[in-house]
């Protein structure tokens, strides 16, 4: 059989599931990762003020801030497309409802990130100085 | 944990209507404990993750409050630091056996897989040791005027 475009070149062969396939792996992936550091420096907190304030004086960088941003998203993301993940896996029936759930779970993720990058976005410029 | 295990999980035909075939799910064993184990914390960290990010982040100024005596105020309630240590447990065992599948599917040679598992492995149990100690030990009063 000949293949089709969408044969080579893409996950998945071009399943609808691809990109939130990736997505979650990439989210988790960061997730943890970030996890490995935060557990270290929380950890500081139990060497006194002196050391904690300066170690978390790295969060109030403008720059860290937009990372942190991304966090916010990544672990957002990840848990509400885990959530979309349950409702396949639980009620398999659902399954005929693919692109609507899909889609709902990415318009919620969208919906709660808007609040979330102003209130976000306001510290980051705060702390870049453009205010 | 057993050598025969199957590679990757089994696919298996599903309930629901005539046509509609589920995602594949592990038929048994320690893989099937780990799928289920996955999806009941995943919920918990629904509320403990994104509730600690939500608090920590986003809402009150974020993470620009954040100084030791936000944290020694905010552990003198046993509520938050159980929170905390529960988060820091749950994200551990879920994140370090999301990577273990993840190397599954991306290291394919036995020893090197045993290796990379091992190594995630050891940084998890080592990070459980901190942040146990530190949650449950952590005193305030060591530094007086702080809080």
């Not at chain 1, 300066?54 to 942190?68: C, G, I, P, S």
């Not at chain 2, 048994?28 to 799928?35: D, K, P, Y």
């Not at chain 2, 929170?83 to 820091?88: H, R, T, V």
Request: charged content about 15%; hydrophobic content about 55%; cysteine-free.
């Amino acid at each position: 059989m000949a293949k089709r475009k969408s044969d080579v070149g893409t996950l998945y062969k071009g399943s609808p599931g691809q990109w939130s396939w990736l997505l979650h792996r990439i989210t988790g992936v960061a997730v943890i990762l970030f996890l490995f550091a935060h557990v270290v420096d929380t950890a500081v907190v139990g060497w006194g003020p002196e050391a904690y304030n300066r170690v978390v004086a790295v969060y109030h960088n403008w720059v860290v801030k937009l990372l942190e941003l991304g966090l916010v998203a990544a672990v957002l993301y990840h848990a509400i497309n885990g959530v979309k993940i349950m409702v396949f896996d639980f009620w398999p029936s659902s399954a005929r409802h693919m692109k609507g759930i899909a889609l709902a779970s990415t318009i919620i993720f969208v919906l709660s990130m808007i609040p979330i990058t102003i209130i976000m976005g306001n510290g980051i410029l705060d702390s870049a100085g453009v205010f | 944990m057993s050598v025969e295990a199957p590679e990757r999980p089994i696919p298996s035909p599903r309930g629901g209507p005539p046509g509609v075939r589920g995602r594949e799910r592990p038929v048994g064993g320690f893989e099937l404990w780990s799928w289920l184990f996955m999806r009941i914390s995943g919920l918990v960290l629904l509320i403990l993750a994104v509730g600690h990010v939500l608090i920590m982040h986003v809402l009150d100024e974020g993470v620009d409050r954040v100084n030791f005596g936000f944290v020694a105020a905010r552990w003198q309630s046993p509520f938050w630091r159980t929170w905390d240590w529960a988060l820091l447990v749950l994200a551990l065992i879920h994140g370090i056996n999301g990577l273990r599948i993840i190397v599954q599917d991306y290291v394919r040679w036995p020893a090197v897989r045993f290796a990379v598992d091992m190594a995630f492995f050891v940084i998890g149990f080592a990070l459980f040791v901190l942040g146990t100690v530190v949650v449950f030990t952590f005193d305030p009063s060591q530094w007086p005027g702080t809080v």
